[in-house]
Structure formats: structure tokens, C-alpha cells
């Protein structure tokens, strides 16, 4: 089992023929994704070689999505685009759009995340899940990669991992590539982000083959003590986190656009005190985390 994203996924790349479009598609078919398309207006009906695999290159999403039945859609394309990009993945209907682009104006970002909000099916549900603006993506190690996370780092296991940072994602999913992965998400530092720890959580919570859970958050606005209240409310299953930022200085931006502590509001350690109250073990540094999981992982 996995969240969100599986061996069966379909997936278009929006950008294709970019730099960062055909590295990474590279990437992600070796790591097994199941790529069925590309979307480029400019190029549409040609396509593009990796290997042996002959990807065409499809005018618009809607297009893909009819010739192709893909229900997953990643974007590598520059900030001043990707608002259209995602815009034109939701109107589709897409089932997910992942967004790996940094640097997205916040104006846009809330523009394609409300419309994604009001777009929903008969039944009211949204149709469209967004990861990202600025983030590595999903993977479901040894099934499928939607973005830009190392496929060989880690391998399938019981553990869910949810986290801002691109780098830490990487660093915890190394420190626990003994245990493995169910599904880990870098859902992006950015002040509007689509898919939230909270999201995260409850699709962990929910898949049989997830036994425990990592949270990985930094300084900068109140999402970990939302994520804690969920937990303290929702979880049953055991959580481990790392806030990053113990040392930022207040009221400078670090590195994420979102991350920046105004007063005793965003601080980590506001952030770790939330989540201890909520039962979540919160480790002091990345390898001091992993630690702590290890331990409520062999207590189970």
C-alpha cells in the first residue's frame, strides 16, 4: 500500500522537453514511474526518446489525459508559467498536479489552489490534489517517483514521512533506508502550499501497510501546531518529528519563503512544544529523529 501515488499511476510530465523536464524524466522511469505523456504546446506531436521508451508529446493536458488515461500530472515549468500549467492540469481534471517549480509568485499559488478547492466531482469531493509549489515531490519507493527525490536512497517499508524540507526528506529517508517506505512527500515550504501535514497525515493514518509516521517541519507560520492538534485529535499511529530552525534569527526568511518567525509565533521551538503535547516524540537534530523512530518502531 501507499498514499497517493502507486505502480499504477499514470503520468504526464508538463514541460517534457525542458532541461529539468527530460532530466527528470529520466530519472523518474528509472525508478519505475509509469510515464505516459508529455504536454508542450509548442511541440505537440512529436515526441521525445529515453532509452527505448518513445514518450509523445501532447498539445495540451486535456489532450493527454484523453489519449492516455493519466491521472497524475508533474510540472517543470519556469515561475512565470507554472499558474497556467496547474490551472490548465486542474480544468482537465487531473487527479493530482505535482509542482516542483520554486520561486512561484504567492498571488498565483492561491489562485490555482482555490480553484482546485472549487472544483469538485458530484459528490463534492475535490477533484484535483496539488503537492507543491517548491518541493521534491512524492515517491512510493520501488513503484513510482513523481519528482525529484533520489529513487536509490531508500526502499519500501512501514514508515510514512511527510516533511517541508526537500533536503531533510532525503537525509531522513537515508538515516531510515534500513526500514523503508511506505509513500514519503516533501509537500513544500512555501506560505501556500497545496497538499498540508494534516492531509498527509490522515492518508497515512488510514493505509494498512503504514506503521509509523514522520513529521518533519521548520520555523515560519502554524502548520506543525495544527498538524499536532490532528494528531493529538486523529492519529493512533506513532509520530516522530524534526523542526528545522532552532537557530534562525527572527524576522529573516530562511531559505523557504515560508519560513521566517515573526515573535514567539513560527518558532521551533513553539513548534516542538505543540507537538510533544500532542504524544510526538521530537527529535534534536535529522539522525537524533531517525533514533526516536527506531525506538517507537521496535516497541511496536
Known amino acids: 500500500m501507499s498514499i497517493y501515488l502507486n505502480k499504477d499511476s499514470k503520468v504526464i510530465v508538463q514541460g517534457i522537453t525542458g532541461g529539468e523536464g527530460t532530466k527528470h524524466t529520466a530519472l523518474m522511469l528509472k525508478a519505475g514511474t509509469n510515464i505516459v505523456g508529455g504536454v508542450n504546446a509548442r511541440k505537440a506531436g512529436t515526441t521525445v526518446l529515453h532509452g527505448e521508451k518513445e514518450i509523445t508529446v ?12 493519466a491521472d497524475v500530472s ?9 499558474k497556467a500549467a496547474v490551472v490548465e492540469a486542474i480544468e482537465a481534471g487531473i487527479g493530482l498536479v505535482v509542482v516542483i517549480t520554486e520561486g512561484v509568485p504567492v498571488q498565483d499559488s492561491a489562485e490555482f489552489w482555490a480553484l482546485a478547492q472549487a472544483t469538485v466531482d458530484a459528490d463534492g469531493n475535490q477533484v484535483t490534489r496539488i503537492i507543491g509549489p517548491n518541493c521534491p515531490g512524492i515517491i512510493t519507493p520501488g513503484e513510482a517517483l513523481v519528482g525529484i527525490t533520489p529513487a536509490n536512497i531508500t526502499g519500501k517499508g512501514p514508515i510514512g514521512l511527510v516533511s517541508k524540507s526537500g533536503t531533510l526528506t532525503y537525509q531522513m529517508m537515508y538515516e531510515l533506508r534500513d526500514l ?8 513544500g515550504g512555501d506560505p501556500i502550499i497545496g497538499t498540508t501535514h494534516i492531509d498527509a497525515l490522515a492518508a497515512f493514518e488510514a493505509d494498512p501497510e503504514t506503521k509509523a509516521i514522520v ?19 486523529n492519529v493512533t499511529k506513532p509520530v516522530v518529528g524534526y523542526v528545522a530552525g532552532f537557530t534562525a534569527p527572527e524576522g529573516k526568511t530562511m531559505g523557504h519563503a515560508g519560513a521566517i518567525v515573526s515573535g514567539s509565533a513560527g518558532t521551533a521551538q513553539a ?22 523512530l527506531r525506538e517507537v518502531f521496535a516497541a511496536l
Do not use: Q, Y
Open 58 to 69: 501532447f498539445g495540451t493536458v486535456k489532450e493527454a489525459i484523453a489519449e492516455t488515461g
Open 74 to 82: 508533474i510540472v517543470f515549468v519556469p515561475p512565470a508559467f507554472t
Open 180 to 187: 523503508g517506505f511506505s509513500t514519503a512527500i516533501g509537500i
Open 215 to 233: 513529521m518533519i517541519g521548520e520555523i515560519g507560520g502554524d502548520a506543525e501546531e495544527r498538524a499536532a492538534d490532528f494528531i493529538k485529535a
Open 271 to 292: 513548534k516542538k512544544e505543540a507537538l510533544e503535547a500532542a504524544g510526538v516524540k521530537v527529535g534534536k537534530t535529522p539522525s537524533e529523529t531517525a533514533k526516536l
